[in-house]
């Protein structure tokens, strides 16, 4: 299975996995809902990538972005969640240091 990666205008580490068109002059986005490119931005055109079960990806499950693919034509890659909480109380330990 073949698709494009995009990378978002209006979020870092946002991406968007395309299925190749079976038509070379297809327009792929036309697929992506309005809703979906209006919160992703401008696309930036990353890379061509070709998928099969024992790839692996570095953020997400090549199975479930395959499955995406196969139903919706796409698959949208959220940036990470922050491993530190900014708003969260300091342990007991470090407050004042």
């Known amino acids: 299975m073949h698709c494009d990666i995009y990378r978002s205008s209006k979020k870092d580490e946002m991406y968007l996995y395309v299925a190749t068109p079976a038509q070379e002059n297809t327009d792929p986005f036309e697929i992506i ?6 919160a992703f931005g401008k696309p930036t055109f990353v890379m061509h990538l070709e998928l099969h079960e ?12 395959m499955d995406s693919l196969q139903t919706k034509g796409f698959f ?22």
């Not at 809902?33 to 209006?38: G, L």
């Not at 024992?54 to 972005?65: E, F």
């Open 76 to 97: 949208m890659q959220m940036p990470p969640e922050g491993l530190i909480n900014p708003n969260a109380v300091e342990p007991e330990g470090l407050r004042g240091a």
């Open 33 to 38: 809902p309005e809703a979906v490119r209006q």
């Open 54 to 65: 024992q790839r692996k990806l570095a953020r997400v499950n090549v199975l479930h972005v």
